[in-house]
């Protein structure tokens, strides 16, 4: 077995030291990338054989040696050594170490700096695609919960005061479109950073006559990238990349909110399956939401990644620079964060209850009919300002009273509009408005019907 020495040791006197070994390393990080490492390895050989560089038996070793080097990895038999310091040199190292010469041919043509860009955007593919089918997963129980609450009117707020009423089911729909953003984001991501930029070398490609199609065109790449330059130093996709995590944890936050707003006493209108909750070590009673209040958290280090991603782009010179070893801690940390939480929102939605009860006695608080009203003067000629106005002094007069819309008479009403006639009761309370609505996208029952067998259709076919 050929004893392997890092090539550059002819260049650097001496050993580096213990403390440099360690701070330059990203080993511990990157070993994540050994398939994507090996497959465009194996990609690489290939075409380096089709040109003729490298022998038809060397092809064999080289692939034999690094499939046989994925298995050690994969059975945990492999040593990492962080002498090595990525994954890149880990595998060719032991390569050189398996096969002897033909090894030593593997990385001609070929710098770690395109390597690492064509390991990040094939592992990038992979983890869209996973974290694509978990938004599809939480969009699903979305619409199986919507589907229990077609009928259950509910507030809808604004400034978190009560505004309008509004069916369940659509509440919980207006999750699936923000999911949904979120999915076409992330295709778009997809899209934009499936090239390859393999054959770019350290950073102006090669005088060997590489095949930079061939390797794309193995990687199921689109094509390949124009710039060579470019090519090493773009991680505009790793930023948006974890920007899009960032906006899926944001939506999810924001749900989380809502649901540890409306599982309590004052609220009452959830109820997070115990599952779902922990209890306190001091106060016996306790049924805390503590999952969502981790989802609501984790948000922050999301948004850190991306912080960091920014910010370890805007001050490097063109070209590649060792900065940039430090993007993939983010966009690990970015992806698995989103993944975990939108498994966990997933598990939480498809075992959430609305109190409909305590919902509905609570309902014609609040004169969430009060615009409904409005327009029901409309429909009798008033212009909306003036029904505007006779509507909210209706209102202060409720309020002086104690009494709801709904529970005036008919003298009352009339005492402040003429127009009003003995059908208004059928436009006003909270159940009848949340029936009338008409508009396309409305929050009321026929729309949410709608959107349902909608979103039912479309995600079946995802
Ligand atoms: N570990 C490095 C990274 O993640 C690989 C590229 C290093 N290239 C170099 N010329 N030092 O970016």
């Given at each position: ?224 990238t124009r710039n060579t330059i470019d090519a090493v130093s773009d991680r505009d996709f790793c930023a948006e990349f974890i920007f899009d995590c960032a906006l899926i944890a944001t939506g999810l936050s924001r749900l989380a909110e809502d ?121 009798k000629g008033v212009a909306f300002r003036e029904a505007h106005g006779i509507v909210g002094s209706l209102v202060a007069y409720c309020e002086r009273t104690n009494k709801k819309l709904g529970e005036l008479g008919l003298d009352e009403f ?21 029936n009338k609505y008409v508009t396309e996208g409305a929050a009321g029952v026929k729309q949410a019907k709608g959107q349902i067998a909608y979103w039912t259709s479309e995600l079946d076919a995802r």
């Amino acid at each position: 077995m050929a004893k392997s020495k890092k090539s550059w040791e002819g260049r650097l006197a001496g050993q580096p030291d213990q403390m440099t070994v360690d701070f330059v390393e990203s080993l511990s990080i990157d070993k994540r990338f050994y398939k994507y490492d090996i497959v465009g390895s194996i990609a690489h050989a290939q075409m380096l054989a089709e040109q003729k560089l490298i022998t038809k038996a060397e092809l064999k070793a080289i692939k034999d040696g690094l499939l046989e080097i994925g298995q050690e990895i994969a059975e945990g038999r492999f040593k990492f050594d962080k002498k090595y310091e990525d994954i890149h040199m880990a595998i060719e190292a032991a390569l050189i170490s398996k096969i002897g010469e033909a090894g030593k041919k593997l990385h001609t043509g070929r710098s770690r700096n395109d390597q690492v860009a064509t390991d990040i955007r094939l592992w990038m593919r992979d983890e869209i695609e996973i974290l694509q089918a978990k938004i599809t997963l939480l969009q699903k129980a979305f619409v199986k919960l919507a589907g229990k609450y077609t009928e259950d009117v509910m507030p809808g707020y604004t400034h978190l005061q009560r505004a309008q009423p509004i069916v369940v089911a659509s509440y919980l729909l207006s999750f699936v479109e923000q999911l949904e953003r979120d999915f076409i984001r992330l295709k778009n991501c997809s899209e934009l950073l499936n090239v390859s930029p393999l054959g770019s070398g350290a950073v102006a490609g090669s005088t060997l006559p590489l095949d930079r199609k061939s390797t794309a065109k193995q990687l199921g790449f689109s094509g390949v990238t124009r710039n060579t330059i470019d090519a090493v130093s773009d991680r505009d996709f790793c930023a948006e990349f974890i920007f899009d995590c960032a906006l899926i944890a944001t939506g999810l936050s924001r749900l989380a909110e809502d649901w540890i707003i409306y599982s309590t006493s004052e609220f009452g209108f959830v109820r997070i399956d115990d599952s779902f909750c922990t209890s306190s070590s001091m106060m016996p009673q306790k049924r805390n939401p503590d999952t969502l209040e981790l989802i609501r958290g984790k948000t922050a280090l999301v948004y850190g990644s991306l912080m960091a991603m920014l910010t370890i782009l805007k001050g490097q010179p063109t070209g590649y620079n060792r900065d940039l070893q430090e993007d993939k801690i983010h966009i690990f940390a970015a992806g698995d964060t989103v993944g975990k939480s939108l498994d966990m929102a997933r598990a939480i939605v498809l075992h959430t209850k609305f109190n409909t009860k305590r919902i509905s006695a609570g309902l014609e608080e609040g004169f969430l009919d009060a615009t409904a009203l409005a327009e029901y003067l409309v429909g009798k000629g008033v212009a909306f300002r003036e029904a505007h106005g006779i509507v909210g002094s209706l209102v202060a007069y409720c309020e002086r009273t104690n009494k709801k819309l709904g529970e005036l008479g008919l003298d009352e009403f009339r005492k402040y509009c003429r127009a009003v006639e003995a059908d208004v009761y059928e436009s006003i309370g909270a159940a009848n408005v949340a029936n009338k609505y008409v508009t396309e996208g409305a929050a009321g029952v026929k729309q949410a019907k709608g959107q349902i067998a909608y979103w039912t259709s479309e995600l079946d076919a995802r």
